[in-house]
């Protein structure tokens, strides 16, 4: 999009200072490597405190997390094995920190449909992310993921690379019980909340009733 990418992790550090400030009602004045406030309120503020999550995966955004925010907030194709390193990186010793993510889900009686529509937004997303910590976490190496990267710049289709342990891997997508037993791991990851990103062609609907009466429940559960 033709935007710098200058000092992300300084900006990001003055971002949270700058949020903190005036969700406290406070007037700000900043003048950083990236953001520049001058006398800034806002007209209303919160009347309790808000939590400020990061969207970071990376090692040393995480550990910027753990010094200025309450939480983070994970990408997409995170994993367990992710989640857990999140908590060790940036929620160690934090007796409240928030860790929510980004969890490819479809559910169906018929595991194999559920499966299969998830597999396309694998492939995808294993492209974009060829090669970044978030996918090392979860086992998936360069040399696994480089047919994706392959793929997407040549504009072809990758999904029938995506084999199970793929699936599994990365997402929540079978039939109810075994959607159940993928919770679990999640969950004893570390995680706090699952925020399900549907395949392109899911019937919504469907896909929302059977999270409220099949998922929602063993979440809870499991948390």
């Known amino acids: 999009m033709g935007i710098p990418f200058k000092a992300p992790l300084g900006g990001l550090r003055e971002c949270v ?3 903190r400030g005036l969700l406290a009602g406070e007037r700000v004045t900043l003048r950083g490597e990236v953001f520049t406030v001058d006398g800034v309120k806002l007209e209303w503020s919160p009347p309790e405190a808000v939590p400020v999550l990061l969207g970071v995966k990376g090692p040393k955004a995480l550990r910027l997390a753990g010094e200025s925010a309450d ?3 994970c990408a997409v194709l995170a994993s367990p094995e992710h989640v857990a390193r999140v908590r060790q990186t940036a929620g160690a010793g934090r007796s409240r920190f928030t860790v929510i993510a980004y969890v490819l889900t479809a559910i169906s009686r018929d595991g194999r449909h559920a499966r299969e529509a998830v597999r396309p937004l694998i492939a995808h997303y294993l492209g974009v992310l060829h090669g970044q910590s978030i996918l090392l976490d979860a086992g ?3 040399d696994r993921t480089r047919p994706f990267r392959e793929a997407l710049d040549r504009g072809a289709a990758a999904a029938h690379l995506v084999d199970d342990a793929l699936i599994d891997a ?3 997508a079978g039939t109810p019980e075994h959607c159940r037993r993928q919770l679990a791991r999640w969950a004893e990851a570390g995680l706090d909340a699952p925020i399900a990103v549907l395949p392109r062609d899911a019937d919504v609907l469907e896909q929302i009733a059977l999270c409220g ?3 929602v ?3 809870r559960g499991v948390r």
Do not use: D
Request: proline share 11%; aromatic share 6%; no cysteine.
């Open 17 to 19: 200072a700058i949020v």
């Open 71 to 73: 939480g983070v907030h």
């Open 140 to 142: 998936l190496g360069p």
């Open 170 to 172: 990365v997402a929540v």
């Open 213 to 215: 009466e099949i998922l």
């Open 217 to 219: 429940p063993a979440w």
